[in-house]
């Protein structure tokens, strides 16, 4: 096993690639440089294979989103699970695949998440958020880490970087938001230009919400009859944190780079619980630090190979505890260390033909410390291996087809191969429409969580198998009056010895369970546009829709056989409007309308009335000003969420706000 390993590794140090560096790199090395604004009447044509869902800068900002969460909700194909308040856990499906076949990346490099397996995006705020994106697939960039080739859809947060104009040195900002339930949400930082070719970046946040929200909960009888109208406020679900980054880039002639990121999150939270028969639990608290250090190095050989160097240590801690007597007793720690490292190669064989070559490999420790039981110091290791092999063809610009395979070795089990197939084709080269269509397996391995927590683990879940098959029409048009790009997608996936959890009673306790076999269909559709009006107005809109079926098919016997999976509504979508306005001198106002909406679902594996979840919806409104004064500009901005004060649940027995305010003000120099 050992000699496998150590082969696979050699081969990949040994890999020749050329460079054909990401678009994104490109304007983060230019961007380094200083250069003259221009004014931008018309965009390249489309690059992508698949094209990805994006929300950047000022777009970012005008959205009622406090967290990546919160920005997320805006893609199509995504269903987000939330607790609820400031302090609720809130993670990312796409596409009914489940969190698990989702990856989040921070910078390049995959986030991981001692608690639930999953990671949290309720913690990692948008104040130092420069963009994200949604792929589903992978990236259309053959240049990445092997594990990238690995997941079903990715989602890759990326931070702001330093820019600088002749003769800056110094960057500052500050900022402060308040509103309902007592949320605090200071957040500083700064940026230094410490040569011209290096620069320091540093940010901080302290979040504080009491999580006192009212509530009407209610409960009708298949009958017709009202089990229980309740109206009340949420209690326990207040929160503390803190959030500190800070990041070093240096970039040396037109062609390399390097740089490092550090980040640390620590968070006191109370867990409200679900609400059953009126009774509220009260009684828990979670204690969570998560912690990592990451650095990206990244240089250009001979015009026609370029190698990439990923480094990551990580160590999470969560301490869970409850004193609550009407439940067991528990108080439980548990330690994550996370050791990773990726190197990838790219060459381009001609100018139409890459090639790539990359291996990663991590290890995880787990030692998990029952207190209450006495059962402490119990420790589990695993070994990850990823070796993947692409390619990429671009025949003129008609057609772009890249074709990847994967290698997924976990500890002594039976190694996985997973292939991929991607295809972009472009029948009108002047026109940017494109049919863009791929086929992919993804295979994950049960994590820490799934087989060894306490009271949730299941030792003897199966590994899960996904296929993806997708389809999509994308059109984009750019003129001086308008910019408008649309796309619409058919999916089918299928997913074999599905891993699913859900609540157990308690949010920190989940039970996890196989489903065998589960079939999805759906139908993803947006479409973004920009009207550029007369007086300097730009009206936008952003509208998704989203229809899919996920049923279990796994035994015909079964009383759920055909039937929906837990939490997956058959229609959802979004909409958001904003009107801007910019005056001569610079300053901006906008008006920001947005509205999502989530269709009917069941919470349990049977579509019985019982298990019935209703849809929701909810209207946002915000309003915006920004005045520069010298070389400082300030920032107002009111946003008034759940604007009707609609009574909702995205899980059940977990209820949302109603309607609230949050105010924020801001300084940037």
């Known amino acids: 096993m050992i000699r496998r390993y150590s082969l696979i590794l050699i081969l990949a140090l040994c890999a020749h690639s050329v460079f054909a560096q990401s678009e994104a790199e490109r304007d983060s090395l230019l961007r380094q440089f200083d250069i003259d604004e221009v004014e931008v009447t018309a965009r390249a044509l489309t690059k992508d294979v698949i094209v990805p869902q994006t929300l950047k800068g000022e777009e970012l900002q005008r959205l009622n989103a406090l967290s990546v969460a919160d920005a997320l909700r805006y893609f199509s194909g995504v269903q987000l699970k939330d607790y609820g308040g400031v302090g609720g856990i809130k993670t990312i499906n796409v596409r009914s695949m489940g969190s698990q076949h989702t990856a989040v990346y921070y910078n390049g490099i995959q986030l991981g998440n001692a608690q639930n397996g999953q990671v949290d995006l309720g913690r990692y705020s948008l104040d130092n958020m420069e963009e994200i994106a949604l792929f589903n697939g992978q990236k259309s960039d053959i ?133 059953v028969n009126n009774v509220w639990r009260n009684g828990e608290r979670l204690w969570d630090r998560n912690s990592f250090v990451q650095g990206q190095w990244q240089d250009e050989w001979f015009d026609r190979w370029s190698t990439r160097v990923l480094l990551k240590y990580a160590n999470d801690y969560t301490h869970y505890k409850n004193y609550d007597e009407r439940l067991l007793p528990s108080d439980n720690e548990y330690l994550q260390q996370e050791l990773y490292l990726s190197l990838a190669n790219k060459v381009q064989i001609f100018n139409w033909w890459d090639v790539s070559l990359a291996y990663d490999y991590q290890f995880n420790t787990l030692k998990k410390d029952e207190l209450v039981t006495g059962l402490t110091d119990e420790r589990f290791t695993r070994h990850s291996h990823w070796l993947s092999a692409a390619t990429a063809f671009n025949i003129k610009e008609y057609l772009r087809v890249q074709a990847s395979v994967l290698m997924t070795a976990v500890d002594a089990n039976t190694p996985r191969v997973t292939p991929g197939i ?185 579509n019985i009335i019982y298990n019935y979840v209703q849809p929701w919806y909810t209207h946002d409104l915000s309003l915006y000003g920004e005045w520069g004064i010298n070389n400082w500009w300030l920032k107002a901005n009111i946003e008034i969420n759940n604007l009707l004060g609609q009574d909702y649940e995205v899980i059940q027995n977990y209820p949302m706000p109603k309607q609230n305010v949050r105010c924020t003000l801001s300084i940037r120099y």
């Open 143 to 275: 240049f990445q880490s092997a594990r990238e080739f690995g997941s079903a859809g990715n989602v890759y947060l990326t931070t702001r970087k330093p820019y600088f104009r002749p003769n800056e040195k110094v960057h500052m900002h500050a900022q402060m938001r308040f509103g309902s339930f007592a949320l605090a949400n200071p957040n500083v930082g700064f940026d230094v230009k410490l040569t011209e070719n290096m620069s320091l970046t540093f940010d901080a946040e302290y979040v504080y919400s009491n999580g006192k929200y009212p509530f009407r909960y209610k409960r009708v009888l298949p009958n017709g009859e009202t089990a229980y109208d309740t109206t009340a406020v949420r209690q326990n679900g207040d929160i503390n944190a803190v959030r500190t980054e800070l990041g070093l880039h240096h970039y040396y002639r037109t062609t390399g780079f390097w740089r490092v990121h550090a980040y640390n999150y620590y968070s006191e939270r109370g867990v409200p619980g679900a609400i």
């Open 422 to 606: 991607f295809a972009s084709f472009r029948p009108y080269p002047k026109i940017d429409l494109s049919i863009n269509a791929f086929y992919k397996q993804s295979y994950r391995y049960p994590t820490f969580n799934d087989l060894y927590y306490t009271d949730m683990g299941n030792a003897s879940l199966r590994p899960e198998l996904a296929r993806q098959h997708s389809v999509e029409l994308a059109y984009r048009k750019t003129t001086k009056q308008f910019d408008i790009d649309v796309s619409a997608s058919y999916y089918y996936n299928r997913v074999t010895d599905k891993i699913i959890a859900y609540p157990k009673g308690q949010q920190f306790r989940w039970t996890m369970l196989n489903l065998g076999t589960v079939k999805i269909n759906g139908v993803d559709a947006k479409a973004d546009m920009s009207f550029f009006l007369p007086m300097r107005f730009v009206l936008r809109t952003r509208l998704n829709y989203t229809y899919q079926t996920a049923i279990d098919v796994t035994n015909p016997n079964d009383t759920y056989y055909g039937h929906q999976i837990p939490y997956i509504p058959w229609h959802s979508g979004s909409a958001v409007l904003s009107l801007d306005w910019q005056s001569k001198r610079g300053d901006h106002y906008g008006l920001n309308y947005s509205f999502i909406y989530v269709g009917e679902r069941y919470g349990q594996q049977e």
